[in-house]
């Protein structure tokens, strides 16, 4: 490996300056391509994506702030469009925050194609980009102070894949592990994909391929729907409804979380007078005892997870569900 890969040692000036975006554009990521950053946050990030995206302006880097929302949503659509926004003349970046900076990389994580990491530290950034290739940063709006990001942020951009890191103790790495390296993105890009019998690559979901070939069992309370319990106590399942179908107000003992599949619903949460659209891809976290309604306007399938053993007690009967839907749509 030659010394022009080198990035800064864990104790050195990771330090980035206009000058040197423009004396070489192409800098970022170690990357032959120019960059661009979208960002994002939820409230707790704001402030920080906020400040990261003032200093990526000072630094002449394009960014699309896509602004705030909960952390899943904006996890995802980061994730998204990294994925798909990459060409040959501009290599998209992305830079999420939450509280943490864990929820929103677990949501980026989910599009084909992306590597996002939660850095605390340089190190930690110096170390994804050299050993992961990652191509999202996500950093905690409450454990990281802005300066700290900044120079997160810097050694990000500045590192390259393959590169002298503290995991190799900053020095180069073996010629094996770089055979390794060399061979790890083009066999993580091939992991969720999957070829039908006409070669056609498309991305599977890890969930669904856990109910292929399993057995439901109708919702005999709820006539549409169907569920297959995957694990017990704490409790998963797949369940669907046809379209049409309505959930009467019902609670539970535990909160849950789900994630649309595919389909389209929508929640009243009557607990707390709010209600939520829901499509491909979208989270709901319901707490214990919040007592909601649902209506299935496609033919939808979710995962759904809580912490005890399933149960339901029904607040209403199906009919005054019914008509209760029909005064709302």
């Not at 080198?6 to 330090?15: I, K, M, Q």
């Not at 990030?45 to 949503?73: N, R």
């Not at 070669?199 to 109910?211: A, F, N």
Request: hydrophobic letters at 40%.
């Amino acid at each position: 490996m030659s010394s022009s890969s080198t990035a800064p040692a864990a104790n050195g000036d990771s330090s980035l300056t206009a000058a040197d975006c423009e004396s070489n554009p192409a800098t970022a990521a170690g990357d032959t391509h120019r960059i661009k950053f979208v960002a994002g946050a939820d409230s707790f990030g704001c402030a920080l994506k906020d400040a990261l995206i003032s200093h990526l302006a000072s630094l002449g880097i394009p960014v699309e702030d896509i602004g705030v929302g909960p952390y899943y949503t904006i996890g995802d659509q980061i994730g998204r469009l990294v994925s798909e926004k990459s060409d040959s003349d501009t290599r998209t970046l992305g830079l999420v925050a939450c509280g943490t900076g864990v929820g929103v990389q677990i949501f980026a994580n989910k599009s084909p194609g992306v590597y996002a990491a939660t850095c605390g530290t340089v190190d930690e950034a110096v170390n994804t980009r050299s050993i992961n290739d990652a191509n999202v940063l996500a950093v905690s709006g409450m454990y990281t102070s802005p300066d700290k990001a900044v120079e997160i942020l810097d050694a990000f951009i500045k590192t390259p894949f393959k590169s002298l890191c503290p995991a190799s103790g900053n020095k180069d790495w073996s010629p094996e592990l770089v055979i390794f390296l060399d061979g790890s993105v083009p066999e993580m890009d091939k992991i969720g994909r999957r070829e039908d019998d006409g070669g056609k690559i498309s991305w599977s979901c890890v969930i669904c391929d856990l109910v292929e070939g399993r057995e439901f069992e109708p919702v005999k309370i709820m006539p549409g729907g169907e569920m297959r319990i995957l694990r017990e106590s704490p409790t998963s399942a797949i369940v669907r409804f046809k379209a049409g179908s309505v959930e009467p107000a019902h609670h539970h003992t535990f909160g849950h979380d789900l994630i649309v599949l595919k389909g389209n619903k929508k929640v009243w949460n009557l607990t707390k007078r709010k209600e939520f659209g829901l499509g491909d891809g979208d989270f709901l976290f319901t707490p214990a005892g919040d007592v909601h309604r649902v209506k299935y306007f496609e033919d939808t399938e979710f995962f759904i997870r809580w912490d005890g053993k399933w149960d339901i007690f029904l607040d209403e009967d199906l009919e005054t569900a019914r008509a209760e839907v029909e005064k709302v749509l």
